[in-house]
C-alpha cells in the first residue's frame, strides 16, 4: 500500500501530506461499526518512501474531482464495507467511501508510470485479523495501511476483500 507524496492524510488536527509524516506522528485511523467508520486517534508506526517513481501506479478521480495516486495493490474501502485493490476498481460498479460513511463515484481510474516516489504509512494498533484500526482517509476517501496490504491474502479468505467479479452495478 503506498500513496503519491502528497496525499493528503487525516491527522487529529486536520490533513497533512503523506510525505511529511513519520514514525510516531499523529494520525486517525477508523474501525467500522454496522458499515460506519469510528475514528480514532493513533500514531503512525511506519512511513517510508516506497520506490523511486518507476512503477506502475494507479490514478483515481473520484468525487469532484478529486484524485489520488496509489500502488496498484492499494485496498480501498468500498460503500459496502469491503475492500478492494486499486487495480480492481471499476467507474460505474464501485464506490468508495467517504470519512462519514457515504458512498463517492468513481469518474476514472488508470493505470501507468507517474515519476514520483510514493509512500508507504501503517497505524500502530495491533493487527487484530481485520481491518479495524488501519483503515485511513486519504484525500476525503478511505483506504487501508500498509499492514492491510501485508495481510491482504488472510483478509480476502475472511471474507474482507470484495471479489470484483461479483460486483454488481451501482
Same mark, same amino acid.
Given at each position: 500500500m503506498s500513496y503519491y507524496k502528497d496525499a493528503q492524510m487525516a491527522i #487529529?488536527?486536520?490533513e497533512m501530506p503523506v510525505m511529511d @509524516?513519520?514514525?510516531s506522528s499523529p494520525l486517525q485511523a477508523a474501525s467500522l461499526n454496522n458499515n460506519q467508520p469510528v475514528w480514532q486517534s493513533v500514531f503512525v508506526n511506519l512511513c517510508q518512501q516506497a520506490d523511486n517513481g518507476q512503477s506502475t501506479s494507479v490514478?483515481? @478521480?473520484y468525487g469532484s474531482n478529486q484524485k489520488l495516486v496509489t500502488s496498484m495493490d492499494q485496498l480501498f474501502l468500498l460503500s459496502t464495507g469491503l475492500l478492494i485493490? %486499486?487495480?480492481k476498481l471499476v467507474p460505474g460498479t464501485h464506490e468508495l467511501m467517504d470519512k462519514d460513511g457515504n458512498p463517492v463515484a468513481i469518474m476514472q481510474v488508470s493505470m501507468g508510470t507517474f515519476g514520483e516516489p510514493l509512500y508507504r504509512l501503517a497505524a500502530n494498533p495491533p493487527y487484530a485479523g481485520n481491518p479495524d484500526g488501519h483503515l485511513l482517509l486519504a484525500n476525503g476517501v478511505i483506504a487501508g495501511d500498509f499492514i492491510l496490504n501485508m495481510n491482504a491474502e488472510e483478509l480476502t479468505a475472511k471474507g474482507f476483500v %470484495?471479489? #470484483?467479479q461479483a460486483a454488481s452495478r451501482v
Open positions: #487529529p488536527q486536520g @509524516l513519520h514514525n490514478f483515481v @478521480l485493490r %486499486a487495480s %470484495a471479489d #470484483p
